[in-house]
Antibody, heavy 121, light 110 residues
């Protein structure tokens, strides 16, 4: 059973960089069959796809966040990470990591439990 | 890339059927058969209920079904149960290797 677990600071100051890591267990992030995504949800609001990475390091980002987002992968640790720069209060949200298949289907089938990041001074 | 449009809320009585709509454009919902639906209970992570418009993952009740017509996808829940009360989100491939979610629908079981 694949499990994903987000980790990182719960409080980030405005204008600084938000950094989170997702640790994958129960399966290899290098399997080549999946993309690994970050998705966020402000309190009381909907879900927003941030971006994804493939085991090769190839990335795709939400156009609205692209200038501030970097997603990276560390296959040796079975982890992938999110960096979001120049954060504001609008970036306060629960951040989820999730898995999706590479081809032939469109679904986020495994999710982490989510981690709340608050942007405040 | 705009969020898909869902009704803010729907409600139904136990045993009834309800349908939640998800409206996009020809660049997302209408252009691909990669629409999925997620159920989210308060404080929990979203759970995959329907994918590729109408496919059900193993373990999901057959009371949940999905369909699509043009730029609008729909999730139908039949035989409504108290445990179905939750928020529901649709999601679609939006081209150029990107994904877009709907704003979410709160389902109340009366």
């Amino acid at each position: 059973q694949v499990q994903l677990q987000e980790s990182g600071p719960g409080l980030v100051k405005p204008s600084q960089t938000l950094s989170l890591t997702c640790t994958v267990s129960g399966g290899s992030i290098s399997s080549g069959s999946y993309y690994w995504s970050w998705i966020r949800q402000p309190a009381g609001k909907g879900l927003e796809w941030i971006g994804r990475i493939y085991t090769s390091g190839s990335t795709n980002y939400n156009p609205s966040l692209k200038s501030r987002v970097t997603i990276s992968v560390d296959t040796s640790k079975n982890q992938f990470s999110l960096k979001l720069s120049s954060v504001t209060a609008a970036d306060t949200a629960v951040y989820y990591c999730a898995r999706s298949a590479v081809a032939g289907t469109g679904k986020f089938d495994y999710w982490g439990q989510g981690t709340l990041v608050t942007v405040s001074s | 890339q705009s969020a898909l449009t869902q009704p803010a809320s729907v409600s139904g009585s136990p045993g009834q059927s309800i349908t939640i709509s998800c409206t996009g454009t020809s660049s997302d919902v209408g252009g691909y058969n990669y629409v999925s639906w997620y159920q989210q209970h308060p404080g929990k992570a979203p759970k995959l209920m329907i994918y590729d418009v109408s496919k059900r993952p193993s373990g999901v009740s057959n009371r949940f079904s999905g369909s699509k017509s043009g730029n609008t996808a729909s999730l139908t829940i039949s035989g409504l149960q108290a445990e179905d009360e939750a928020d529901y989100y649709c999601c679609s491939y939006a081209g150029s290797s990107t994904w877009v979610f709907g704003g979410g629908t709160k389902l109340t079981v009366l």
